[in-house]
């Protein structure tokens, strides 16, 4: 059974960071692109970035690209978004994705 387990959410003020992380398992980690999506109070989803399976290929939204890092460590079998200049607008649960499925997501709220 496919499972992933976000971590590393929390509240920051506008300029800091934060880094997420996602385990997975029940599957070959290594063999997929993964990615992670967010989805901010009252609205749809939204596709963040995407890292290949190999780790040495990474897409960006514009709203997050510069700031935003996408990593993996396919010996751990863990995701990682690095997050830095976070803004108020970055405000949502954040989730990692394999395909259709979502771990449970982990919230961060960026506010003064």
């Known amino acids: 059974e496919v499972q992933l387990v976000e971590s590393g959410g929390g509240l920051v003020r506008p300029g800091g960071s934060l880094r997420l992380s996602c385990a997975a398992s029940?599957?070959?980690?290594?063999?997929?692109?993964m990615s992670w999506v967010r989805q901010a109070p009252g609205k749809g989803l939204e596709w963040v970035s995407l890292i290949n399976d190999g780790g040495g290929s990474t897409t960006y939204a514009d709203s997050v690209k510069g700031r935003f890092t996408i990593s993996r460590d396919n010996a751990k079998n863990t995701l990682y978004l690095q997050m830095n200049s976070l803004l108020p607008e970055d405000t949502a649960v954040y989730y990692c994705?394999?395909?259709?499925?979502r771990g449970q997501g982990t919230q961060v709220t960026v506010s003064s």
């Open positions: 029940g599957f070959t980690f290594s063999r997929y692109p």
């Open positions: 994705r394999f395909n259709s499925k």
